[in-house]
């Protein structure tokens, strides 16, 4: 099997490599007709085009040729099946050359539009001329770009901003970036410079970014993530923006001369005190002279050091409380409409107040309505206390009852008598049959308590009442 320049494994992950009978099937040519087998057909064209994206991703990059993914063999022969995938990529869009997409970017979105719609009428017209002017094979090393991969790049940049933008400066909407610095931090991604580039040129037109180039031909970046979209301008970096770079890199520029000075001074009494020992005593009083000066300068540049950053301490207080003056006044806007009115409190009082009224006069007049009919029924309220004066007469004339036992009293040395409720033989005595009646008379007894127990108060009183009545009638 000869090399490959990225394996077949990693083009064709869910495939057996190994299968010289699968691998011959997915690099021989497709059938002239797709509508014979149309799901083999489109599950081996979907399989060449994952592999030309795993292959991107395995080397790298975005920039593809035709010629680069063709050297990819299987037991020394070339896929017959890439030319038909890699036609259907350019023609639905998903390969665009290079140097047209560049130049479509640098344009507008309109014009890039406007060519991906004639993709397929280029293609039309290279079935009738298969090979461009420049030569039989000069199509297959032209560079094109995978627009799948280059768009994931191009949101993990996004991603690395917004990060970026997060951790340095949570409160602001936008960030400022040196150019060199974001080139740095996307290295991974973008290996190429001209990669970068482009894709810089993508995001100014998502209206994501801003390049700005300063006086000394340095790049600065804008990054504006919440005003993305075609409703929005593109952002633009302000005066204030500006000026506060240029504090920042002058205080870079005074910060790297007192470490250059630092440096100097250190060297200048080394120098001096060499000087002094081997008794050069001119040339240590020259050091001597060179280090008051350094000194000197070295104060001038530490109290620039600290202007500048006291300067940019108030630029950024500044924009600090700009941003809480706005908000606050932001707060008190919502608070003012959502404010309640007095007028509209005693309002609702009272409309309270006002079915209170009505609840009322409706339970009035239902009272009203149930006195008429106790009225038409012959009862009235003087009946009714006399009644209730009676009632309350009896209570006060009927005798206090026994409370209820809970049980029958047994004297502790005595056993509980046995209940027999046999008849006695006839050769018993007469003292055992008195004594069987003794015990019947007593359990009829405990039974008449126990039921006494579970009357009700009612049934008490009804009962003492008619056992009162019982000798006035007699």
Request: net charge negative; charged share 30%; hydrophobic share 35%.
């Amino acid at each position: 099997m000869s090399s490959n320049p990225v394996p077949l494994s990693f083009l064709f992950p869910d495939q057996d490599t190994t299968d010289e009978e699968r691998m011959d099937f997915l690099f021989a040519l497709f059938p002239p007709n797709p509508n014979l087998n149309s799901d083999q057909y489109n599950s081996k064209m979907e399989l060449w085009k994952n592999a030309i994206r795993n292959y991107c991703k395995a080397v790298n990059t975005s920039f593809i040729a035709f010629s680069s993914i063709s050297a990819v063999k299987f037991d020394g022969k070339t896929s017959l099946a890439l030319c038909a995938c890699w036609e259907s990529l350019v023609s639905s869009g998903k390969l665009l050359k290079k140097s047209a997409f560049k130049s479509s970017l640098e344009q507008s979105w309109s014009s890039w539009a406007v060519g991906k719609a004639f993709v397929p009428l280029k293609w039309v017209g290279s079935s009738l001329l298969p090979f461009p002017r420049s030569g039989r094979d000069g199509w297959k090393m032209e560079q094109y770009i995978h627009v799948d991969t280059f768009i994931e790049k191009t949101d993990l940049t996004v991603s690395i901003l917004q990060k970026k933008m997060s951790k340095n400066c949570p409160m602001s909407e936008s960030l400022l970036i040196p150019y060199y610095d974001l080139a740095e931090l996307c290295i991974d991604i973008f290996p190429t410079e001209e990669e970068f580039e482009l894709c810089l040129l993508y995001l100014q037109h998502r209206k994501l970014i801003c390049v700005h180039e300063m006086d000394d031909k340095t790049k600065i970046i804008k990054f504006c993530p919440g005003k993305s979209g075609w409703s929005w301008s593109a952002p633009v970096v302000s005066k204030e923006e500006l000026s506060k770079i240029e504090l920042e890199k002058s205080l870079k520029i005074v910060q790297d001369e007192i470490a250059r000075l630092n440096e100097r001074l250190t060297a200048v009494k080394k120098e001096a005190i060499e000087f002094g020992k081997v008794g050069a005593k001119k040339r240590a009083y020259r050091c001597i002279k060179l280090k008051h000066l350094l000194e000197k300068n070295l104060d001038t540049k530490m109290a620039m050091e600290s202007n500048l950053e006291r300067i940019i301490s108030q630029f950024e207080d500044q924009k600090s409380m700009s941003l809480v003056i706005n908000s606050m006044k932001n707060s008190a806007e919502v608070i003012k409409r959502s404010q309640v009115s007095i007028d509209d409190v005693d309002r609702t009082m009272d409309e309270i107040e006002d079915v209170m009224s009505h609840d009322q006069t409706i339970q009035d007049a239902m009272s009203s309505i149930n006195q008429k009919f106790m009225e038409n029924a012959g009862i009235f309220d003087e009946d009714l206390e006399k009644e209730l004066e009676e009632l309350a007469s009896l209570d006060d004339d009927m005798p206090s009852l026994p409370s209820v036992p809970n049980g029958v009293k047994r004297s502790p040395s005595k056993s509980p008598p046995k209940r027999s409720f046999t008849s006695v033989s006839q050769s018993g005595s007469e003292e055992g049959f008195t004594t069987t009646q003794d015990v019947q008379s007593d359990s009829a007894e405990e039974a008449s308590l126990f039921n006494d127990s579970l009357l009700s108060p009612r049934s008490k009183l009804r009962r003492a009442t008619e056992s009162r009545a019982a000798p006035l009638a007699a």
